[in-house]
């Protein structure tokens, strides 16, 4: 039925974007590519390619990238963050800061199986220092799961604060591999431990002392560690607020923790920011796009 509805939006005289709005932005992934499927067997068309050639600009980025599954969405932001002209390395560090070394697997597979392209070969190419060197760690998805080592933590922490005083090749270096390959529950013990040696947050330690992508990278790892949704509602607030409102960034998020935590990160928003996510995307976007944002962010009563 969902199929059938989107065919008369799509090839009628013109298009229905208001029914696209509230079919795709209503189901679960799962259920758009069982429509997709049904789609394609009804009319023999494929239904991202009509959505492609119906829609433009944001909109079309918003309904089209509700249709892929999440490792091949991650596959494709990541392979356009790097080609073309110039890479857009804030792409980057979101998308692999903030996955699971699951996610990571399958994405780097989808990455591989959509662009015959290798996605540690890429980013190789594109990024340099020990920037790249940490996001090459991130990508290989070796992260430990679930497990704790008091001692350990103590013996980490040093070594991170002795990395925050010295800030030489060989100390940025410990730092990234702790960063990267440590479970998050024991990085939690590291960072308790950080503070009680240094007396500040890892975070304003590392903004002290690093600077450029490297820093970001980092930090960015870090905030995903004690708290995720935090790390997205602060991402939102800044694409929102300090970039006149940065597209990608917004739908990516939107799109992305839809299905994971996107109420949380919500929630975080109010909290953080005084005024809710519906609200200030209400307020900075316009026309179907719009629509189509608010319906993802699904507002409570109290942000109408």
């Known amino acids: ?69 999440p490792p091949l969405y991650d596959a494709h932001e990541l392979w356009h963050a790097m080609k073309g002209a110039g890479t857009d390395e804030n792409c980057l560090i ?5 996955r699971t070394s699951g996610e990571i697997f399958q994405l780097r597979e989808a990455y591989c199986l959509q662009y015959s392209s290798n996605l540690q070969e890429d980013i190789y190419s594109e990024t340099s220092g020990h920037f790249r060197d940490t996001l090459m760690n991130l990508v290989q998805g070796t992260r430990e799961e679930g497990y704790e080592n008091p001692a350990m933590a103590a013996q980490d922490a040093m070594v991170l604060w002795e990395a925050c005083q010295q800030r030489t090749g060989e100390h940025k270096t410990l730092l990234q ?20 040696i240094s007396g500040q947050d890892l975070v304003d330690a590392i903004n002290d002392c690093y600077d450029g992508y490297f820093q970001e990278l980092i930090v960015a790892i870090v905030r995903c560690v004690q708290d995720k949704a935090s790390y997205f509602a602060y991402k939102l607030y800044n694409a929102i607020h300090d970039f006149g409102f940065h597209n990608k960034t917004v739908i990516r998020i939107l799109i992305a923790r839809s299905e994971i935590d996107l109420l ?39 942000d109408y």
């Not at 209503?26 to 009319?43: D, F, G, H, K, L």
């Not at 979101?94 to 903030?98: D, F, P, Q, R, T």
């Not at 996510?277 to 962010?297: P, T, V």
Request: hydrophobic content about 40%; overall charge positive.
């Open 264 to 302: 949380t990160i919500r929630k975080r928003y109010k909290e953080r920011y005084g005024k809710s996510l519906f609200h200030d995307i209400r307020n900075f976007a316009s026309g179907h796009y719009k629509k189509a944002l608010l319906a993802l962010c699904a507002g409570d009563m109290e």
């Open 177 to 196: 591999m702790i960063l990267c390959n440590k479970s998050y529950p024991q990085l939690w013990l590291v960072f308790q431990e950080f503070k009680t």
């Open 94 to 98: 979101e998308i692999l800061a903030s």
């Open 1 to 69: 039925m969902d199929a059938q509805m989107l065919g008369g939006a799509l090839q009628g005289f013109e298009c229905d974007k208001d029914m696209l709005i509230d079919i795709l932005t209503q189901r679960s992934n799962a259920q758009r590519q069982m429509i997709a499927e049904a789609y394609q067997s009804m009319y023999g068309r494929n239904l991202v390619g009509d959505l492609k050639e119906q829609l433009s600009s944001h909109f079309k980025d918003v309904m089209v990238g509700l249709m892929y599954p």
